[in-house]
């Protein structure tokens, strides 16, 4: 496994290399951009960090319907069985998101540091600090927890392009504009999520465990394990 998965580092090193400049271009201009929001506002507005997250999700998902039956194909041609490849594959994706969540987590501490120390005193507008919701406490796990469902994730949707190829994308865009489309404007925090620390982390990784072992599991059986390699 280590072997192939040092295999797709390689393979897939300037497309790393590219995303992670991407995320940085949009984290730095959304802080230039946020100064000049903050101007005409009371308070400090921090959305590079949200636009890198956004950028990078957008991005990966997009680079995995494209490339995944590529690097199915060329897999199986030089021997590496699907388990592996599909176990191989979803670990190199994984450690690509804490790559990409580490360079926004350094970054947005930069743009926190700025909106504090210079933005809100230089404007003199209130410090809101958005950095702490999502790299902070029991946000952090959620964060770090969601990185790794969106390895499993993009992995799904890439199988599922390359096992049925439009359908699949005309159907996974259709509940996607189904769920946009019907989602409330204000969407509240379960009551779960003000738990006890103690009592959140655990239940909270359980559910995640659960949710990525489902989508790998239909990923291998439905999409993967009996799926031909194309010329």
């Not at 600090?129 to 999502?134: G, H, K, L, T």
């Not at 392009?161 to 204000?186: C, E, H, Q, T, Y």
């Amino acid at each position: 496994m280590r072997k192939t998965i040092n295999n797709f580092i390689y393979i897939k090193r300037k497309e790393i290399a590219i995303m992670m400049i991407a995320v940085a271009i949009a984290i730095i201009a959304s802080m230039v951009y946020g100064f000049l929001v903050s101007m005409g506002d009371d308070e400090t507005v921090q959305i590079g960090m949200v636009m890198a997250l956004i950028v990078y999700v957008i991005f990966d998902i997009i680079c995995e319907g494209i490339t995944f039956g590529q690097h199915f194909t060329l897999c199986l041609q030089m021997g590496v069985t699907r388990k592996n490849f599909l176990s191989s594959y979803v670990v190199f994706k994984v450690i690509k998101n804490m790559l990409a969540l580490s360079i926004i987590a350094i970054l947005g501490a930069v743009e926190r540091f700025v909106s504090k120390n210079l933005v809100s005193k230089l404007l003199r507008v209130r410090f809101v600090d958005a950095y702490s919701q999502v790299f902070s406490g029991r946000a952090l796990v959620v964060t770090i927890s969601l990185a790794v469902l969106l390895a499993f994730l993009t992995v799904f949707l890439g199988a599922a392009l390359l096992r049925f190829g439009r359908i699949a994308f005309w159907v996974l865009w259709a509940l996607w504009m189904i769920v946009f489309l019907k989602s409330p404007d204000n969407i509240s925090v379960p009551a779960f999520f003000h738990a006890d620390i103690w009592v959140f982390v655990p239940v909270w990784l359980a559910i995640s465990a659960a949710i990525g072992i489902l989508l790998y599991l239909i990923t291998y059986h439905c999409f993967i394990k009996d799926q031909s390699v194309k010329a």
